[in-house]
C-alpha cells in the first residue's frame, strides 16, 4: 500500500516535470515567436509563458508544506528557479510586463527568499548546499539579467533615459553642414552603431545636451566609419553586394527609431539628407527595393528583441562571453550537486522517481543552454558587435578573424520575418458570424467576441511585385503623400478623384476595396472564349500588386485599425456598418456578388447622370460605402475596357495609398504587432520614418 509520504512525494514529482517542460518548451520556441503569424505556437508559447511562474510557485509551496525533508527538493527547487531567468528569447511577452517589472522583480524577490529557506531545510550536509547555493546565485544573476531587460524596455524609465544619448547625438550633427554627405558610401552620416562608454559622454551648457570627448583610444563606432573601413572584409571585393555593412545599417537605423518610442524628435527629419539617405542611399539602384526592405526588416528584428527578449543586456558590454562560459559551469556544478544524491538513491526505501526527474531537469538544461548558445552566438547582435571589433581593431584585419567573422555572419538560424500579409475580403467575408458555442454569455467575461463579418482569409507570401511596386511609387511621390489622387491624374482617370476625398482614410479604402473585389470577380467571370487572356492577366504583376495590397489594407481596416489614420473606433465603427450595408444588400446571393452589386447601380429613370456629375462625385455623394464601390467598379470595368491598363491604374493606386497610411504616432501600435509575427505597414512606417516623413500633413515636395 502506498503510504501518504510517497503519494506526496509523487505529486511533487509530477509537478516538477510538468513545470521543467513547460519552461523547455518555452525557452526552445520562443525563438520563433516574432517570426511567425502561427496562432498555435503563439498560444502556446503564452500559455507557457503564464504557466511558468505559477507552476514554480505552487511546485515550491507544495515543497514548503510538506513534514518530511528531502535532498531532492532543495535541487529541483533550485534547478526550478534557474530556468525562470534561463529563457533569453523571452523576457516579456506583452509591453505591459516592462511596465509592471516592480511587481515581477517582488515575485522573484520572494521566491528567492523561500528557496534560500528550502536549502537550508532539505539539504543539511555542507557538500550539497555548496553547489546549490553556487546555482542559487547563479539563478540570481540570470534572472538580474530578465529584470534589467524589462527596464531597458521600459518607456517611462530605461527607454527614454538610454535614448537620450542617441537624440542627442542627432540634435547635434543635425545642427552642422551636411553638404558634403553622399548617401552611396554614407559618407557624412554619422547614425550611431556602437562604442559609447559613460566616461566618454559629458553634459555641457547651454542646451545640456549629452556629448562624446573622444580620445585616439576611445572612438564610437558610426555608420560612415563601416563604410570606410580599409580592411578587406568591409571592402567591394569582401562584401560584394553589402550585407555585413547593412547588419551594422539596421542596428543604427534601430537605435534611431528608438526615439519615436522614447517621444523624442527626429531632428534630422528636415534635412535633405535624411531623404537623400533613403532615395539616394538604400534605394540609389533599380533592383534595391530588396535590400531596403531586408535592412528595415533586420531593424525591427533589434526592436523586437529590445522590447521583448534579453539580447539588448546580453550585449551590452560587448560579446556575452560570462553568458556561455555559464554553460559549463551550471553542468558541471549541477552534476556535483546531484552525483552524490543518485549514488545513494538505491538505499532508499520504496518506490521513487527522484532520479528520473532529476535525470529529466538535467537533460532539459543541457539542451536548453546548448539551443542558447547557438542562437546568441549567432544572432544579428553578436554580428553587429563582431564586425564593430573589426573596424575599431586593426589588428583583426586578418584572414582567420575574417573567417570567423564570416562564417558567423552568414549563417542565419532564424529569419527576421516570414514575410507574410495577412488578407481580408469583404464580399467573402460578410456574412461570417462567430461561432455561438464558443462566444456567448458563460465566455464573454474570459473571452472578447469577434465582430460580425471578421473572418480572416489565408495569409500570402508577400509578392515581389508588391515590394517593387511601392518603392516606385515613394521614388515617384517623392515626400509628397497622397491617397492615390496622383496616381489616378498620372493614368488619366482624374474623374475617380472622388473616390479618394470622402470623409474619411476608412471610407476610401473600404470603397476602393469593394471596387478591386468586383474587378476580380468580373476577370474570373469572364466568358471561356478569352480563358487564355484572363489567366494571363490574373498572373500579371499589376493584378497581384492590386489584389493583395488592397485585401491586406481591408485586413488592417477589420483587424489592426490602430495603425491606420483614423481613430480606431470611428474606423471599427464606420466597417461594422458596411458589413451590415453588404448583409442587407447581397442578402441571398452568395454566388452571384458580381451581379447583384452592379444592379445596385442602375440609374434612375428619371434621373440621368452626366459625366460631369460623375466627376464632382456628387452621384455617390449621400450613398452608402457598398454603393459607393459598386459604381466605381461599374465605372472601371465599363470605361476602361483594356484589362492590363484597369489593373496598372488599380496597382499603382494601391502602392500609393499604402505609403498614404503608413505614418502614425502610435508607435506602441506597432510594437505590439511585432510582438504578433509584425505588419508590412510597419516596415513602411519605418522606413518612412528614416527618408524623414513623419506626418501625412508635413509631407512636401520634392
Not at 529541483?76 to 533569453?88: H, Q, V
Not at 542646451?207 to 573601413?229: A, L, S
Not at 493584378?543 to 471599427?572: G, M, N, Q, W
Request: glycine share 4%; proline share 3%.
Amino acid at each position: 500500500m502506498v503510504s501518504e509520504k510517497q503519494l506526496t512525494l509523487l505529486y511533487v514529482e509530477s509537478y516538477v516535470l510538468l513545470t521543467t517542460l513547460v519552461i523547455a518548451f518555452l525557452t526552445v520556441f520562443g525563438s520563433w515567436r516574432r517570426r511567425s503569424h502561427s496562432l498555435k505556437l503563439k498560444y502556446s508559447i503564452w500559455a507557457s509563458y503564464l504557466l511558468s511562474t505559477y507552476l514554480i510557485n505552487y511546485t515550491m509551496g507544495l515543497m514548503k508544506s510538506v513534514t518530511f525533508h528531502d535532498e531532492f527538493f532543495a535541487v529541483w527547487a533550485t534547478f526550478l528557479i534557474m530556468f525562470l531567468g534561463s529563457p533569453d528569447c523571452i523576457s516579456a511577452y506583452s509591453l505591459e510586463d516592462s511596465e509592471h517589472r516592480k511587481r515581477h522583480n517582488l515575485e522573484l524577490f520572494l521566491q528567492y527568499f523561500w528557496l534560500g529557506w528550502l536549502i537550508v531545510v532539505h539539504s543539511n550536509k555542507p557538500k550539497l548546499m555548496i553547489p546549490l547555493y553556487l546555482i542559487y546565485f547563479l539563478s540570481l544573476r540570470r534572472t538580474g539579467d530578465r529584470a534589467e531587460a524589462l527596464e531597458l524596455a521600459s518607456k517611462s524609465y530605461g527607454l527614454v533615459r538610454n535614448t537620450k544619448l542617441v537624440a542627442d547625438f542627432m540634435e547635434v550633427e543635425s545642427n552642422k553642414e551636411g553638404d558634403g554627405a553622399d548617401p552611396t558610401c554614407m559618407k557624412g552620416y554619422k547614425y550611431l552603431v556602437k562604442g559609447e562608454k559613460k566616461a566618454m559622454v559629458k553634459v555641457k551648457a547651454p542646451h545640456y545636451y549629452m556629448q562624446f570627448e573622444t580620445t585616439d583610444g576611445h572612438k564610437v563606432i558610426t555608420i560612415d566609419m563601416i563604410w570606410q573601413c580599409k580592411g578587406r572584409l568591409l571592402s567591394s571585393a569582401g562584401d560584394p553586394d553589402g550585407r555585413l555593412k547593412d547588419i551594422c545599417l539596421s542596428y543604427a537605423l534601430y537605435r534611431l527609431l528608438c526615439r519615436r518610442f522614447a517621444k523624442y524628435s527626429f531632428s534630422e527629419s528636415s534635412q535633405l539628407m535624411t531623404w537623400n539617405f533613403v532615395r539616394y542611399g538604400l534605394l540609389s539602384k533599380g533592383d534595391d527595393h530588396e535590400r531596403a526592405f531586408r535592412v528595415i526588416e533586420l531593424e525591427l528584428g533589434f526592436l523586437y528583441d529590445l522590447f521583448y527578449t534579453k539580447y539588448p543586456v546580453l550585449f551590452a558590454k560587448g560579446l556575452p562571453l560570462l553568458r556561455n562560459f555559464e554553460l559549463i559551469l551550471v553542468i558541471s556544478i549541477g552534476c556535483w550537486a546531484v552525483a552524490p544524491i543518485l549514488i545513494n538513491y538505491q538505499r532508499r526505501e520504496g518506490p521513487r522517481l527522484g532520479a528520473l526527474v532529476t535525470g529529466v531537469i538535467l537533460v532539459a538544461i543541457l539542451f536548453m543552454e546548448i539551443v542558447q548558445l547557438f542562437v546568441v552566438n549567432f544572432s544579428d547582435w553578436a554580428k553587429v558587435q563582431w564586425l564593430c571589433y573589426y573596424v575599431k581593431k586593426p589588428l583583426w584585419h586578418n584572414k582567420c578573424i575574417e573567417m570567423i567573422i564570416r562564417v558567423i555572419c552568414h549563417k542565419n538560424l532564424l529569419k527576421p520575418w516570414d514575410r507574410k500579409l495577412a488578407q481580408y475580403s469583404l464580399l467573402e467575408s460578410f456574412s461570417h458570424n462567430p461561432s455561438v458555442l464558443l462566444y456567448n454569455r458563460c465566455t464573454s467575461p474570459y473571452i472578447d467576441k469577434p465582430r460580425s463579418g471578421l473572418k480572416l482569409s489565408a495569409h500570402v507570401t508577400l509578392p515581389m511585385g508588391v515590394k517593387k511596386a511601392i518603392i516606385h511609387s515613394l521614388k515617384t511621390n517623392g515626400q509628397r503623400l497622397t491617397n492615390g489622387v496622383v496616381s489616378l491624374q498620372r493614368n488619366g482617370v482624374n474623374v475617380l478623384s472622388w473616390a479618394c476625398e470622402l470623409p474619411t482614410q476608412t471610407h476610401v479604402i473600404m470603397v476602393w476595396h469593394i471596387a478591386t473585389s468586383l474587378c476580380e470577380l468580373n476577370l474570373s467571370s469572364q466568358v471561356i472564349v478569352t480563358g487564355e487572356q484572363v489567366n494571363e492577366q490574373r498572373e500579371s504583376e499589376d493584378f497581384i500588386v492590386a489584389t493583395k495590397l488592397s485585401k491586406y489594407c481591408a485586413y488592417l481596416v477589420a483587424f489592426a485599425p490602430r495603425l491606420l489614420p483614423d481613430h480606431p473606433y470611428i474606423t471599427e465603427f464606420i466597417f461594422d456598418h458596411v458589413v451590415v450595408e453588404a448583409r442587407e444588400k447581397l442578402k441571398g446571393c452568395e454566388k452571384s456578388i458580381c451581379q447583384k452589386m452592379f444592379n445596385l447601380c442602375k440609374d434612375d429613370r428619371k434621373k440621368r447622370i452626366s459625366e460631369k456629375m460623375l466627376t464632382l462625385g456628387k452621384e455617390v455623394g449621400d450613398q452608402e460605402i457598398i454603393v459607393k464601390g459598386a459604381k466605381l467598379a461599374k465605372y472601371l470595368i465599363e470605361t476602361i475596357k483594356n484589362n492590363e491598363l484597369r489593373w496598372r491604374i488599380l496597382a499603382e493606386l494601391w502602392a500609393e495609398m499604402m505609403l498614404f497610411v503608413a505614418p502614425s504616432d502610435d508607435e506602441t501600435a506597432h510594437a505590439e504587432h511585432l510582438a504578433m509575427g509584425g505588419e508590412f505597414v510597419t516596415h513602411l512606417w519605418a522606413l518612412l520614418s528614416h527618408a524623414g516623413i513623419l506626418k501625412r500633413d508635413s509631407a512636401q515636395d520634392v
